[in-house]
């Protein structure tokens, strides 16, 4: 009989609705408020000061550290450390200026944790250390050092330290000439979300009590002083800026999940100018080059997005006119426009259509889009023709990312990698030859369109032969929607008919779980698993409409594809039935989450890291941060309506008596974005329920946050704690 803790019952009333001095929304909210019990409410403790909740979490980390095979743990970890590349430098690259003759890059070397951040003079060939992360995080437990960046004229560099994972970032500066830091008296930074407006002005945004970014901020570095530039005063609205790529305009935008409004301020100016207005379902992003904006949006439902233009002279008032906008890249309802990047001499698009990749050059001399994806596919379509187009889905499965450019750069650099191969960075320059076309009646130029590229750098995976694995896509059919999974295994264990499955879910946010490359997993396949990644609906792996499918109220569908993947895989005869893992993190904890408490049967084993599962209960309380803005992605439970719907699906709140399948659960201590009380209580009420002899842990990582453990070394032993629960509660 498997020895699990029991925790104290406290009940404790949660209202939800209409509260007297609380801000519970703006509209429909029920009035007289509903209430329920909760019994484990006492564990949320928002200073973290309360010992009878730290003595909780000591018991709990102990009876991890009971339940977790060291023996296996050690070996995982062994044959991790084999695949990982323990040193090597990425390819140096400029940072504002393509003449400049200082270029930068990243080193690791072996046994050691961090980044080594370097700069190569290219006229005496001499490479600099500009900062060691490794001496930074000396005698700290967790160092998580982001966004390094350089200043115009390359004398200053900048960067954010957080030390205990609460994402609240000192911002450091070093003067690059002398290498002394530069003393400054500014305010910690939420989520290091700051850059250089000019070579001794950097902007940034601050958070308000309830974490949500709501101020636009100047800072001096050599006057020391802050200037207040922008508040964005409306409770539901977050604050976001960034620097034009001409460097002409500083944006800003205020946004929910369905709507936003548009600011900008000339950097030769001092007040902010409204933009846009909010529209209902309408999300605008702004850029800017010589004089024309240019637009990506969803106006007049274009849900998968087009890009727009406006030359700045049809600019006048207050508000944009929508009517006087000019289609540079229309609407096409196949193809989902991920984001664009302008250049002095180029527009380049990036395209997601069946979940592929691809590359997208606008030639506006004729009118014509050059496409690519790096696996041999190329096209040449005219704008005219771009809406109707229809493109055949391809076999292959990669990813393309394409880097912050350099807006003077006569190149762009892209990486490439799929499941099987490891990140790949290329330098492309797209070539265009002018081919004379003559008929009978008119002669005409034609472009014909080329890329040349090469390889900077690739990343490596030692001890690994990539022709021993497979990635393929499959399709699960729920009730006539094709729900993708990309699939990953070695090819000698295809014919033992047995392989456990290892499922990851996210399906939130529009965000897409791509098929990247993770040296992490290979001792997975090795010890004959089948790495599987579900795309359902919530996700963006097919387009803005797909994650419209699944999200308010709509989420009940993210679920049901997940589990129809699962019963999918569970079917083919390659398959161990009897073992099916599952993993999701944060909002992919509540996909797994709901897996626990509404399928338990289905799976032997489920992953849960900073898990979102007591959707009900932090959704009706203003206070926890992030709340508020995230009403429009999950509703407002404060509403009957919604409250209705989220009942439904919460994890916490569904947990009834059952035979719980084994549950690993992490948390982190200061985690901001997922607080650590929401795995907490789950294992509590998940253990009350419970009526099988299964496994049940969390480990709440106390100097830690949303992320985990940023040293690398430090990740892999985290992961192979995990990994070995998973082998050692395997049905055999």
């Known amino acids: ?306 890009i727009c233009t406006m030359k700045d002279t049809k600019f006048v008032g207050t508000v944009l006119d929508q009517r006087l906008f000019d289609d540079l890249i229309p609407y096409n309802e196949n193809v989902s426009i991920k984001e664009f990047e302008l250049f002095h001499n180029k527009f380049i698009f990036t395209t997601s259509i069946h979940g592929s990749d691809y590359i997208n050059y606008y030639y506006p001399e004729t009118n014509d889009v050059y496409t690519f994806n790096l696996q041999g596919y190329e096209s040449t379509i005219n704008i005219s023709d771009w809406s109707e187009h229809i493109w055949e889905p391809i076999s292959n499965i990669y990813s393309l990312t394409m880097y912050a450019n350099v807006f003077n750069n006569n190149h762009l650099t892209v990486g490439m990698e799929s499941m099987i191969s490891p990140l790949t960075e290329y330098q492309i320059m797209i070539c265009n030859i002018t081919v004379t076309q003559m008929d009978t009646n008119v002669t005409q130029f034609k472009p014909r369109f080329s890329y040349n590229h090469f390889k900077t750098w690739s990343k490596e995976c030692p001890n690994y032969d990539p022709s021993l694995y497979t990635c393929t896509r499959l399709y699960a059919d729920n009730n006539g929607t094709k729900i993708p999974i990309s699939i990953m295994y070695k090819k000698s264990h295809m014919e033992n008919k047995n392989m456990p499955l290892y499922l990851y879910g996210y399906g939130a946010y529009g965000t897409t779980v791509d098929a990247l490359f993770n040296f992490k997993n290979i001792p997975l396949l090795d010890q004959g698993m089948c790495f599987a990644i579900a795309h359902p609906r919530g996700g963006g792996f097919l387009g803005q409409t797909w994650y419209e499918q699944g999200r308010m109220e709509h989420k009940h569908n993210t679920f049901e594809d997940f589990v129809t993947c699962a019963r999918y895989m569970k079917g083919q005869d390659y398959i161990d039935s009897n073992n099916i893992i599952c993993e999701g993190r944060s909002a992919g904890g509540l996909l797994a989450g709901h897996m626990v408490s509404h399928y338990p049967d289905d799976f032997n084993t489920i992953i849960m890291g900073v898990p979102f599962t007591d959707v009900l209960n932090t959704m009706c309380d203003s206070t926890i941060p992030l709340t508020i803005e995230e009403w429009t992605q999950w509703g407002n439970p404060n509403v009957l309506k919604d409250y209705n719907i989220m009942k439904e699906y919460c994890p916490y709140t569904n947990l009834k008596p059952s035979n719980f399948p084994n549950v690993y659960i992490t948390a982190g201590y200061h985690d901001p974005r997922v607080q650590y009380w929401e795995g907490l209580k789950f294992i509590a009420k998940l253990r009350d329920n419970n009526r099988g002899n299964n496994k049940h842990v969390i480990e709440i990582q106390m100097g830690q946050g949303h992320f985990g453990n940023a040293g690398r070394y430090k990740a892999i032993n985290e992961k192979s704690k995990q990994i070995s629960f998973i082998i050692d509660n395997l049905n055999k």
């Open 1 to 306: 009989m498997i020895m699990e803790l029991n925790i104290e019952k406290r009940p404790h009333n949660v209202s939800f609705g209409k509260v007297k001095g609380e801000f519970r929304g703006l509209d429909n909210l029920m009035d007289p408020p509903i209430t329920h019990n909760d019994d484990y409410h006492w564990l949320r403790d928002d200073k973290r000061e309360r010992q009878d909740v730290k003595d909780v979490i000591n018991r709990e980390n102990q009876h991890y550290r009971e339940n977790i095979n060291l023996s296996t743990a050690e070996q995982i970890e062994h044959e991790i450390l084999l695949k990982m590349q323990k040193d090597y430098s990425t390819h140096p690259h400029v940072c504002h200026d393509k003449n400049s003759h200082l270029k930068y890059f990243y080193k690791f070397e072996d046994n050691k944790d961090h980044k080594i951040f370097c700069r190569l003079n290219t006229e005496t060939n001499i490479t600099d250390v500009l900062l060691d992360v490794n001496e930074i995080s000396l005698d700290h437990d967790q160092c998580d050092v982001t966004q390094i960046a350089i200043n115009f004229n390359e004398q200053i560099m900048s960067y954010g330290v957080d030390f205990t994972g609460s994402e609240h970032y000192e911002i450091v500066f070093i003067n690059l000439i002398t290498g002394n830091r530069i003393e400054t008296q500014m305010e910690t930074v939420p989520y290091a979300n700051y850059f250089w407006l000019n070579d001794c002005t950097i902007v940034f945004i601050r958070e308000n009590d309830s974490k949500k970014p709501y101020q636009i901020l100047f800072y001096d570095i050599y006057s020391r002083e802050t200037t207040l530039k922008f508040t964005e005063l409306n409770e539901t609205m977050s604050l976001c800026a960034y620097l034009s790529s001409d460097r002409k305009y500083l944006f800003a935008s205020s946004s929910d999940y369905d709507k936003n409004n548009l600011f900008f301020l000339p950097t030769n100016s001092q007040e902010f100018i409204p933009m846009c207005d909010y529209v209902d379902d309408t999300l605008i992003t702004v850029d800017h080059k010589y004089d024309q904006f240019y637009f990506l949006t969803n106006v007049n439902g274009s849900t998968n997005y087009k």
